[in-house]
């Protein structure tokens, strides 16, 4: 069984039932019809430049390939025996680029702990 989060963009201001909504829009197969957000371009370009999902090597944190990628979010499907530094990447790069983080385990939705704009 995987472990599962996703990274949103989405306008400031946004609230937890804002990021659980657009989850659920997700699950149901509603992605808008729209460019992609340029800090989810980003983020996905750090994250597989670290830990590539294409082709995903051994020993590679992602038990689902390719990551979901859409206009305005990215999910994450990790290996459940991922080295912690793979979470606190994926913290840290969120943080970058301003982007809310579900956790699909129970719902969470958090900023990360640090909002950093590069």
């Known amino acids: 069984m995987s472990f599962d989060l996703s990274v949103w963009a ?3 201001g946004a609230t937890p039932a804002d990021v659980r909504a657009a ?3 997700c ?14 371009v980003a983020f996905y370009r750090a994250i597989t ?3 590539p999902d294409r082709p995903a090597g051994p020993g590679s ?5 390719p990551l979901h990628a ?4 990215i999910e994450m499907n990790l290996n459940p025996a991922c080295e912690d530094q793979v979470l606190l990447d994926i913290e ?27």
């Open 23 to 25: 989850v659920q829009r």
């Open 10 to 12: 989405l306008p400031d």
């Open 49 to 51: 430049a670290s830990y």
């Open 70 to 73: 859409a206009n305005d979010h």
């Open 92 to 118: 840290r790069l969120a943080g970058e680029y301003d982007l809310m983080l579900f956790d699909y385990q129970d719902g969470s939705v958090y900023p990360p702990p640090a909002r950093t704009r590069r």
């Open 27 to 40: 699950r149901q197969g509603q992605h808008g019809e729209r460019y992609p957000d340029p800090r989810v």
């Open 61 to 65: 944190p992602w038990e689902v390939v």
